[in-house]
C-alpha cells in the first residue's frame, strides 16, 4: 500500500469495448454460462430433499450462515480500547443504496447506552418562551416524517492523507451508511417551546457517559434536522442512539448526536471539545479550519477492491461503487481504468435523492491488463471531487477530517487488488 508511479497503458487494447460482440464474446465471458457438467444443477442437492426450518424457528430474521463474513470490523491498532471506539461498514458486500442496520457503522466516545425508553427525556431550555421537557411518547405525538440520507463520520478515509495506509474500502471509507429514518421535524420542537429572536444557535447533548455535545447554527436546526426513533423500518439500534437520536442532513456524523437528552438555545456557539480540538482541518500554517460541517462530495469503487478481488478472470466485469454529497444529490460519477487519463461516464442506479448514497455501475470487459480503478463524483451544484494530491495542495498534510479525495485501486493480472496512488 505504497505511493506508485503512474502507469502507462501498454499493450492494452480499448478499456472499454462497447459492448459483448457476438455469441463467441458471451461464451468467453467468465461466469457467464457453463455447458453441462455441473452436479449441482443435475443432481438433486440436500436443500431440496429435507424440510427446512418453520416460521418459529427464526422470531427474528437473520442472514444465512454463508454470509457471516459479511460483518463489521475495526482496526485493532486504530482502536485504543472498546470505550473510545470505531468500526466499518463493509461496503465491499452491499449493494443498492441502503445499509442493514446490522451493518452500519458504529462511533463511541464512551460505549454504548443502554437507556429504558420509559425513562427517556428530552429537555428543551435556554434562550426559549417555554422549557420543556418531552417524553418519547410526546415525540411521537409531533407530525411523522421518513427520509433517507446518509451519515458519515468527518474522520472517514481520515487516514489516507499522507498516503495509502489501509488495504479495504471497508476501513478506507467504511465509516458512512445510508438508511431511512423515521422521526420528527426539530423545528416542530422548537416552535412547542418557542425560541426567542436572540436564540441563534443550539447546542445537542447525548446522554451517553461522554455527554458529547455539538454546537448547530440554528438556520440548519430549523430547515431539514429530525429527531429521529427509527431506522429502516423498526427501532433505533442501541449503538445507533436507541430510543431517539439527532439527524442532520449533509453534515459531519460527529454533531448527529445520539441518546439525545438535551437541546440547549444560545446566541453563540459554544466551542466544546468536538469542535475545537476534534472535527477541525489542520492546516499547514498551524491554524485549523472549524465549523467544516458539510461532508463534500465524494465517492469509492466497492467492487472491484483489495477485499473484493477478480475472481472470475477475464472477460465480462461489473464495476460498482457509492457517491453521495451533503449538497445534494449526485449529478454524475466518472471512473477511470488507467488512473485519471481517461474517464468514462458511469450508471447511476436507483433512487437518486439529496443526500443520500447513490449506486453507480460501469460494465466492461477485462482484458488481464493491469487497472488503475478510480471514481469522481460531480453533485447537483457542479462541484467535483477532488484528487488528493489537490486536498494537500489546499490544506497540507497534516488534516485528518473531510477527506473527500479520489481513492485509487490497482488490479494486477492475476485479479488481485490494492491501494495505491499515483503521481
Not at 48 to 74: I, L, M, Q, T
Not at 249 to 273: A, F, I, S, T, Y
Request: proline letters at 6%; aromatic letters at 8%; charged letters at 25%.
Amino acid at each position: 500500500m505504497t505511493k506508485v508511479p503512474m502507469a502507462r497503458p501498454s499493450s492494452r487494447r480499448a478499456f472499454l469495448k462497447g459492448g459483448l460482440a457476438g455469441a463467441a464474446a458471451v461464451a468467453a465471458s467468465a461466469g457467464a454460462a457453463r455447458a453441462g457438467g455441473e452436479t449441482v444443477i443435475t443432481e438433486v442437492q440436500d436443500w431440496a430433499r429435507y424440510p427446512g426450518d418453520g416460521v418459529d424457528a427464526r422470531p427474528y430474521g437473520r442472514p444465512s450462515p454463508f454470509e457471516a463474513h459479511v460483518v463489521r470490523k475495526n482496526v485493532p491498532w486504530l482502536t485504543s480500547d472498546t470505550i473510545s471506539s470505531v468500526n466499518f461498514t463493509p461496503l465491499h458486500e452491499l449493494d443498492g443504496i441502503i445499509t442493514p442496520n446490522g451493518l452500519c457503522f458504529e462511533r463511541h466516545h464512551a460505549g454504548i447506552a443502554e437507556l429504558d425508553p420509559a425513562a427517556y427525556r428530552l429537555m428543551v431550555h435556554g434562550l426559549v418562551e417555554k422549557p420543556l421537557v418531552f417524553t418519547l411518547a410526546d415525540l411521537k405525538r409531533f407530525p411523522r416524517e421518513n427520509r433517507i440520507y446518509f451519515l458519515e463520520c468527518a474522520a472517514n478515509s481520515g487516514m489516507e492523507w499522507r498516503g495509502a495506509q489501509l488495504n479495504g474500502c471497508q476501513f478506507t471509507h467504511g465509516m458512512v451508511h445510508c438508511v431511512m429514518y423515521t422521526g420528527v421535524r426539530l423545528r416542530h420542537i422548537l416552535e412547542e417551546a418557542g425560541v426567542r429572536p436572540d436564540g441563534k444557535w443550539l447546542l445537542a447533548e447525548g446522554a451517553d457517559a461522554s455527554a458529547m455535545t455539538r454546537s448547530i447554527p440554528m438556520e440548519k436546526a430549523l430547515d431539514d434536522c429530525m429527531v429521529a426513533f427509527a431506522m429502516n423500518g423498526e427501532a433505533l439500534r442501541p449503538e445507533q442512539g436507541y430510543p431517539a437520536r439527532l439527524v442532520v442532513p449533509g453534515w459531519e456524523g460527529n454533531m448527529w448526536v445520539k441518546w439525545l437528552r438535551r437541546l440547549e438555545v444560545g446566541d453563540q456557539p459554544w466551542h466544546h471539545r468536538e469542535e475545537t480540538s476534534k472535527y477541525t482541518d489542520l492546516l499547514a500554517s498551524g491554524k485549523a479550519r472549524r465549523f467544516t460541517w458539510v461532508m463534500d462530495v465524494k465517492s469509492v469503487i466497492t467492487s472491484p477492491s483489495p477485499q473484493a478481488p477478480i475472481r472470475h478472470g477475464k472477460g465480462r466485469m461489473v464495476l460498482t461503487g457509492l457517491a453521495w454529497s451533503g449538497n445534494g444529490r449526485i449529478e454524475r460519477v466518472d471512473v477511470s481504468l488507467d488512473g485519471g487519463r481517461n474517464w468514462k461516464t458511469a450508471r447511476i442506479d436507483g433512487p437518486s435523492l439529496p443526500m443520500a448514497l447513490h449506486r453507480f455501475y460501469y460494465e466492461f470487459d477485462w482484458d488481464g491488463s493491469d487497472l488503475y480503478l478510480q471514481s469522481r463524483a460531480i453533485d447537483e451544484k457542479g462541484l467535483v471531487q477532488p484528487t488528493k494530491d489537490q486536498l494537500r495542495a489546499a490544506r497540507g498534510p497534516n488534516s485528518i477530517y473531510h477527506n473527500n479525495g479520489i481513492q485509487t485501486w490497482h488490479v494486477d493480472k492475476e485479479g488481485v487488488v490494492e491501494n495505491v496512488e499515483i503521481s
